[in-house]
């Protein structure tokens, strides 16, 4: 959790003037708004903090702005509401200026803020114009020989032509965040293609995820030609296929984009672990691409409140991926390592993706 007034190094005037990169780096006045909060003891020079539930309920220390009167400001998180207490020379205390609070889960409680400039994502859920869509279950043979039950969202009766988007963690895609019903409502938008989502479970997830050679052939030698051969007019070529993933499976989206490059155009990391062995695939990232036909389209994301790791591994992966050649944006959003945040980014990695494209097609 970082307060506004806390001083971070300009990373988008450092990477726009060295490389001439496209990068999208929020700054606390281009929020909305901002969480104020304060705090009158009426005793000065006291050591007042404030903990949050943002970031693991790190203590970040006020400033006394008046005789007794500490006061803080943080960027407005993208989630719907943020938990807090006061810490004043070691002991904790609710805000008295604050009547909402909730339990704590330890027999007490912690103050809480309603975000209000929070709004969900109206295309993540189903509405009277959303269309029909088909679920199919398929069963296939994973690189080790066992089972794996793949999911397909597929439209009824698409209306332009299709385009296919491979989801690392895909259960969790169905369950967490809505992106079946993204895609259906965003096929109906006139300036975008009719969306067949693939949704693949991991099964050892640490081990497949942590850049397998083997996991990637199995999603781009058997996954993609099952699906397509199942599906006709399907995906056909990199430029009609998308691959996105959270977290560890944004690294094995990227690391599996990088291996097969005629297979995936468009590749998509969520808060990317690219911190993950040193930074492996920081490095295979930065190899010059020398053959146009495997010049990727990446969209990288990562949150300000994550992690400092998280945040310094995604910059330099996303420097060195712009310096090898690739298409790549790059944007740091004020949310946190949940699917809260990387649901509610889906539409615009998609309409990255795909929007422009299409609108030579629209009808």
């Known amino acids: 959790m970082y307060p506004v007034d806390m001083k971070r190094p300009n990373v988008l005037g450092y990477l726009t003037a060295l490389f001439g990169l496209t990068v999208a780096l929020h700054s606390p006045a281009s929020w909305a708004d901002v969480i104020h909060l304060h705090l009158e003891t009426g005793i000065s020079h006291q050591k007042v903090a404030v903990s949050t539930s943002i ?3 790190e203590e970040w220390p006020m400033k006394e702005v008046s005789r007794g009167v500490y006061a803080i400001d943080f ?3 993208t989630l719907p509401s943020v938990e807090y207490k006061f810490v004043v020379d070691g002991d904790w205390m609710l805000d008295p ?3 909402h609070k909730t339990p704590d889960g330890g027999g007490g409680y912690n103050s809480v803020i309603r975000i209000k400039n929070f709004r969900e994502d109206p295309l993540l859920s189903p509405s009277g114009a959303t269309p029909p869509y088909r679920v199919t279950h398929l069963r296939v043979k994973d ?4 089972n794996r039950t793949i999911t397909v969202m597929s439209p009824v009766n698409p209306i332009r032509e299709s385009v296919t988007v491979y989801f690392q963690d895909g259960n969790d895609y ?4 809505g992106a079946h019903w993204l895609l259906a409502n965003l096929s109906t938008k006139r300036n975008m293609p009719s969306f067949v989502g693939v949704f693949i479970p991991p099964r050892d997830r640490m081990r497949e995820y942590g850049m397998d050679p083997a996991y990637a052939d199995f999603v781009a030698k058997t996954v993609v030609p099952l699906v397509e051969k199942k599906f006709p007019g399907t995906g056909g070529d990199r430029e009609h296929r998308a691959l996105i993933g959270p977290s560890l499976g944004g690294l094995i989206t990227l690391y599996t984009a990088l291996r097969h490059p005629d297979v995936f155009r468009n590749a998509a990391s969520q808060s990317g672990s690219l911190w993950f062995k040193e930074g492996e695939l920081v490095k295979l990232l930065g190899r010059p691409v020398k053959d146009q036909a495997k010049v990727l389209n990446l969209f990288m994301d990562v949150g300000t409140y994550e992690p400092e790791e998280m945040m310094t591994f995604n910059r330099q992966g996303f420097t060195a991926a712009k310096k090898a050649g690739h298409s790549v944006i790059y944007t ?12 509610n980014r889906l539409q615009e990695t998609l309409r990255y993706f795909f929007e422009v494209r299409n609108k030579a097609h629209v009808r």
């Open 55 to 57: 970031v693991e309920w």
């Open 75 to 77: 960027e407005e998180p």
């Open 97 to 99: 200026s604050n009547p």
């Open 143 to 146: 690189s080790e020989g066992s």
């Open 174 to 177: 169905l369950e967490q965040t």
């Open 332 to 343: 740091e959003y004020p949310s946190t390592h949940d699917w809260m945040s990387w649901r």
